[in-house]
């Protein structure tokens, strides 16, 4: 199995979809002769022509729209939209149409859409560059939403959206586009959604993460066994819908501790539901309140250490630990 | 054109005061010690300088991304633009906007903006209520050729006509968003052409022609004070450097000989031999304007790395504004 990084990991999944579905293209803003903010798309140009990689004028809503049109009228479009922050730009066009229309349209019509976006902080970019808000997506019923925190997850569910009938919100941490792991080249590795990975096991606590967060939660494993002779099982949701709960509640049910860590706002957030549907399926297995470790309630500011303060950290998620015991 | 010297000398001032704070910055974030996305101006001064001669500090502006330029050419203070690149709380957003976000209401800086295409409603907003409240005062909303191709654009364009709304459209058109070309991102060489679809005049000047600049900034500016409406101006224009931070040359998607072929009409190079030639200007005279910006430059970053850094206890401010709380 080769060994590449996060980003050239997406541009394989990219190669081998549009290799084998002609109707699979690109779109966005500065994916083709520049290859993509994050590099993600380079070289694709060269490689498929300017029918198939579009470089798009800057505008967001207008660019999702055209995919949902494409997508109804036989195509299957991949959307890259350059950051979470600036898909709000589109968010009518992936919440009034494509995340409703099969419903209003009596099934007449479905869209097969791919939305590629980035998300995160942690680079300084300040508020309107730097948030995550996977749990706003995973809110609209009609949409999946996929959050892969490796390479080989990335690629496996990256295909597996291209094999979708239904629009997949796909976001992708930032921080994890340069992280290095052995991804398979076999062009029907596909990784199905709705299939939570536990990364680590353990019996004391559960750390639930999904996309950025996982790796605070790993860490903090580490730190908890080596520290403190804590043990926790460490489980990377993958896609927020459909939702692997039942991953989570057996572990529940294991350790008798949840804690869920995520970049997003705590107020209203993913974490929110997460937590009720453990309270609703494993309260009489609970030792404590299920706990969240999430980003600060304040758009992210620009200055390095209120960025950092703002964003959850490991010792935020031992702390949050310790305090259960 | 009827122009005072000390117009012409305050263009001057201007640029060159925009030109070198963007250089120092540039040096600073290669130098590492500013962090963030430095959007750099060096190319554009004459925009900036030329329609913001004309303004007070009652009348707004609403940026963009690259919006450094805009507040240096409305009288920012550079000691809080320096302290704000440096994350400081000294700085105009006490370190938590950094380059992309600054704003200052008192000069009528209603903000720069991460967001493309975000300005163009806010500065139709801002006429809206110069209108409604009956005064004369004029908002200019500034926005690339990139941004011209956002709804909210054409979404303000229209409103602007409608309501017969005190604002100037200034396109500031540099031929990129940030790595496409203009010719791959619009059917159309002048973003001067959109204005005829909305129902106001559409004019287009050189962007790197500084009284060109004033000149046609000037009858747009009159034109709205006096109730006449909305015009769109287009500033062919050019930036020297990178989307983002300094280098600009040797870059894959332009050429340097098109790089090269602006620089030799550098705005300010350009106009300090017009001054010269009108006996208004002599190189110890441009060399002492430097000097003397150069002067305020280095006192303003020292005070910027002298300034501390937002206490914790920062982080959880400013998110509501208690200013209501009394009403
Ligand atoms: C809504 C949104 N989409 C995309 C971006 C990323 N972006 C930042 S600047 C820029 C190019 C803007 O081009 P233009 O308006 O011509 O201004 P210029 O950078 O040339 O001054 C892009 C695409 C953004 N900040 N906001």
């Known amino acids: ?325 | 054109m009827d122009i005072s010297n000390d117009t012409l000398l305050d263009l001057h001032h201007r640029m060159v005061r925009i030109r070198l704070f963007e250089e120092e910055a540039g040096k600073l974030q290669e130098s590492g010690k500013v962090p963030g996305a430095l959007h750099l101006y060096v190319g554009e001064e004459a925009v900036a300088a030329g329609v913001m001669s004309h303004l007070s500090a009652e009348d707004q502006i609403t940026s963009t991304h690259r919006g450094h330029g805009h507040l240096v050419a409305k009288g920012g203070d550079l000691r809080k633009m320096y302290a704000e690149l440096y994350g400081r709380s000294t700085g105009y957003c006490k370190g938590k906007g950094g380059s992309m976000h600054i704003s200052d209401l008192d000069l009528g800086m209603l903000g720069a903006n991460g967001i493309v295409g975000a300005g163009p409603p806010i500065a139709i907003g801002a006429a809206f209520s110069n209108k409604y409240r009956g005064t004369d005062r004029v908002t200019i909303c500034f926005f690339g050729d990139g941004a011209s191709n956002e709804g909210t654009f054409h979404e303000a364009a229209n409103m602007a006509a409608l309501f017969k709304l005190p604002v100037v459209f200034v396109c500031e058109n540099n031929g990129f968003g940030e790595f496409t070309s203009q010719a791959r991102h619009q059917a159309i060489k002048d973003v001067a052409d959109r204005a005829a679809g909305y129902g106001m005049p559409g004019i287009i000047t050189d962007g790197m022609d500084v009284l060109a600049v004033y000149e046609a900034a000037g009858e747009a500016i009159a034109r709205a004070r006096r109730g006449a409406g909305p015009s769109l101006l287009e500033c062919k224009t050019y930036r020297f450097f990178d989307h983002v931070g300094v280098r600009g040359m040797g870059v894959v998607y332009r050429e340097d000989a098109e790089v090269l072929e602006w620089r030799k009409r550098d705005p300010i190079t350009l106009f300090e031999s017009r001054l010269e030639e009108m006996g208004l200007l002599t190189t110890e005279a441009a060399a002492q304007v430097r000097e003397r910006i150069l002067f305020e430059i280095r006192e303003a970053i020292a005070f910027a790395e002298a300034s501390p850094f937002p206490a914790e206890g920062a982080l959880m401010e400013d998110i509501y504004t208690v200013r209501g709380a009394a009403r």
């Open chain 1, 1 to 325: 199995m080769p060994e590449m990084r996060m980003r050239d990991a997406l541009r394989e999944a990219l190669r081998e979809e549009m290799l084998r579905d002609e109707t699979v293209f690109l779109m966005g803003e500065d994916i083709g002769a520049y290859g993509g903010s994050y590099a993600v798309t380079k070289g694709l140009l060269e490689e498929f022509g300017e029918e198939r990689v579009k470089d798009t004028p800057i505008a967001e809503s207008g660019i999702v729209g055209v995919g949902i049109g494409a997508a109804m009228a036989g195509l299957r479009p991949m959307v890259e939209l350059m950051t979470i922050n600036f898909s709000f730009l589109a968010l009518d066009q992936i919440v009034n149409s494509a995340a409703k229309l099969y419903h209003m349209s009596n099934g007449q019509i479905n869209v097969p859409m791919v939305v590629r976006m980035a998300s995160g902080g942690g680079s300084q970019l300040a508020a309107t560059h730097s948030h995550s808000l996977e749990g706003l997506y995973a809110h609209f019923p009609g949409l999946k939403v996929v959050c892969p925190s490796s390479p080989a997850d990335a690629k496996g569910l990256l295909k597996r959206a291209f094999r979708d009938d239904n629009t997949v919100i796909f976001i992708e941490h930032t921080a994890n586009y340069g992280l290095k792991g052995d991804v398979p080249d076999d062009p029907d590795f596909l990784i199905e959604f709705g299939q939570a990975n536990v990364l680590r096991e353990g019996s004391d606590v559960t750390l639930v993460g999904y996309s950025g967060s996982v790796h605070q939660a790993t860490r903090a494993a580490v730190m908890l066994q080596e520290q403190e002779g804590i043990s926790a099982e460490v489980i990377d949701l993958r896609t927020l819908r459909p939702l692997d709960i039942d991953t989570v509640i057996r572990s529940v049910q294991k350790t008798n501790r949840a804690v869920i860590v995520e970049d997003d706002w705590k107020f209203g957030g993913f974490a929110g539901e997460l937590s009720a549907q453990i309270m609703e399926r494993a309260f009489d297995w609970l030792d404590a309140p299920v706990a969240r470790v999430c980003g600060k309630d304040v758009p992210m500011p620009y200055n390095r250490n209120l960025e950092f303060a703002a964003l959850p950290s490991e010792e935020d998620v031992v702390e949050a630990v310790l305090a259960m015991f």
